[in-house]
Nanobody, 120 residues
């Protein structure tokens, strides 16, 4: 299973970007999907997550500005980022908790990350 993220780039403060992450390969079930970020010198932090049923959770710093969504038919999660700030600059990582087969426990999988740079 691979998670392929796309959509990062350079944007001015106040602008918008949309990240996408698609899970490829054979999976039995995908539970929660989400986005984390890591800025230079800081720990990785939760940006947003979404359950298979659509329940969402956001980090405090992005509430009201970012929106997470998913397309279960495409095994894809999206992150719409609006009103971007310089402090949003980070590498954004896609995460998915999934099961490869009917047996066993779900495990976390990570994408390689996509860089978002917000210029002030």
């Amino acid at each position: 299973v691979q998670l392929q993220a796309s959509g990062g780039g350079l944007v001015q403060a106040g602008g918008s970007l949309r990240l996408s992450c698609a899970a490829s390969g054979e999976t039995f079930r995908i539970n929660a999907m989400g986005w984390y970020r890591q800025a230079p010198g800081k720990q990785r932090e939760l940006v947003a997550s979404i359950s298979s049923g659509g329940s969402t959770n956001y980090g405090d710093s992005v509430k009201g500005r970012f929106t997470i969504s998913r397309d279960n038919a495409k095994n894809t999660v999206y992150l719409q980022m609006n009103i971007l700030k310089s402090e949003d600059t980070a590498v954004y990582y896609c995460n998915a908790e999934l099961k490869l087969s009917i047996i066993g426990s779900p495990k976390d999988y990570w994408g390689k990350g996509t860089l978002v740079t917000v210029s002030s």
